[in-house]
């Protein structure tokens, strides 16, 4: 099978007209929702500011933070594991549920373990898990990943879910009502919170100066799990530390109004120590972050909070679904931290854009998004990572652009030809007349017609 | 992994102050309870502990009841800080106490020590919530500052009832969490 590239992918996607339209529409409301929400504060920008330049002090102080959260999150009880790749990372998981003889974990959205595919891991050492969020279940029973790090099963139709539900849960035929579809879900999922002894979750921020991380959910399904758990084990990202605890107050006010335009997601949860007869694991993981630190184009991205509100604006993303961006986080941002990953593999994601910076003028922490994607695509050409067909096409744009004589004298060539022999242009193997017309070459260069009408 | 940070990091920057917001300081009461109406929860204004023991009678008579506040022993166990948490599955309606609710986003604040299990706010198919009307900060710039240093072994903002809108992005309230949250607001 040979790996498909972005287009290859979003070409699927887009067979069926109907669904890429409502997938585009819906996800653009989300957007203005979160355009209502920033628009009831006066100080939204500032608290953008404010939270970029946390981010940016975390990043300039990131080693130190990490001690002091560890020193602080030790003396609280909680155990603290370092992993420096997913590898690693997936190793540890297993081990503690192996120590507590465990076989069946209940785990919350953790967009980590995705990136690590914890899950295909601990199923393969014999370990039973069950995604607990209701949009990732029902990707879970599908056996796809999520396609949107905030709406996991957002490509799915209602009328999908039912028939997953029905192959899977033993549910009813025919089923497609939300609300009867969530609470069957609920009831499934409320005997595994009450009979799993090890619960997984996210963190969203932890904070150096007390020890302590918070997770948010809608659902309430991270706490189902922790707060019903002998042993809770919680994972994340080495660039999910925050210094102190009253900037949480920045962070929270911007997540949920900048993912979905709610003022505030339902839960909060602060997990500072274990509760009596618990045990608390920490796993902070590297998996290429520090690499991406290295990089001063490119360490901003670790700034993310994953709201996806990037990916909720992006023309590309609306239109080409998750999915095709073959990469835990998809979208804008998606795009940018996955070549540090690999840069062969995920080549074509900085192209996935039409570079209109969308993402960067939505982003809760001002991450120069686009910008990064059009630096990535200078890096991967010059690195070898696009097809000999797109390096040739660039070379030969450098050549005309570069030098004023080519130019004029290929303008000129261009419209003469379009005009006389317009299947030149207009045929299935320019990528650009898919989906449009060819406009009609003018008469003239501006250049000429400048010449002529400066007077 | 530190020495790999310490490698790759980019200079040092300061901490910025955090901005300051005058945006939810007034009417905060009306503020807290629109804010709530819209996230799916409700208000009920009471007087005092009878109000809410009325309510209780009038709402979920013949269903199991729990409470951490000896004032409602009348209408809701009170004892049961000793049984595992797992046993509470079968509870209808759950009352705690917070410490403070915040105007913009109509969240309230609880310790563990005022939850008795921490798994109580989310197990029970309803939540009340008892909040004094002299509690309601502006922000959560304020709820931190007024949280400051306190020592906890979990923290929490709730904010409704639990929800989810992952099938075709519909709103449908009670995920896995309560159904309904109602917050007892008292003058």
Known sequence: MTLQDHAERADIFNRDEERVDWHDQTLWFVRQKRDRAANTLPEWEALREAASQIKNNVLGNLDEYLVQFEANAQRNGITVHWAADAAEHNQIVHQILVENKITQMVKSKSMLTEECHLNGFLEHNGIEVIDTDLGERVVQLAGEPPSHIVMPCIHKKKEEIGEIFHQHMGTEAGLSDPEILTALARADLRERFLTRRAALTGVNFAVAETGEFVVCTNEGNADMGAHLADVHIACMGMEKIIPKRAHLGVFLRLLARSATGQPSTTYSSHFKKPRTGQTMHLVIVDNGRSVQLGRPDFRSSLKCIRCAACMNTCPVYRRSGGHSYHNAVSGPIGAILAPNLDMKEYADLPFASTLCGSCSNVCPVKIDIHQQLYKWRQVLVKEGHVTPAKAASMQAMNTVLSNRRFFEVAGGVGRTMMKWFPGIVSNSLNPWYKHREMPAPPEQSFRDWYAENRK | ?187
């Open chain 2, 1 to 187: 992994m530190l020495q790999a940070v310490r490698q790759s990091k980019p200079d040092a920057s300061e901490l910025p102050a955090i901005p300051e917001s005058t945006t939810f300081a007034d009417r905060k009461v009306e503020r807290f309870t629109e804010a709530l109406n819209n996230i799916g929860g409700q208000v009920i204004p009471v007087r005092d502990f009878s109000d809410i023991s009325a309510y209780v009678r009038q709402n979920y008579v013949l269903n199991r009841v729990i409470t951490t506040l000896p004032e409602l022993a009348d209408v809701g166990e009170v004892h049961w800080h000793e049984v595992a948490p797992h046993e509470l599955a079968d509870v209808e309606f759950g009352i705690l106490v917070a410490q403070f609710g915040v105007a913009e986003n109509a969240a309230v604040w609880l310790t563990d020590l005022l939850m008795m299990h921490r798994a109580a706010p989310f197990i029970c198919q309803h939540l009340g919530v008892v909040l004094s009307a002299a509690d309601i900060v502006a922000n959560m710039h304020e709820a931190y500052t007024r949280i400051g240093a306190d020592e906890y072994g979990f923290g929490l903002f709730i904010a409704g009832p639990s929800k989810t809108a992952d099938i075709e992005q519909s709103l449908v309230l009670g995920a896995h969490g309560p159904k309904t949250m109602t917050v007892f607001l008292m003058e």
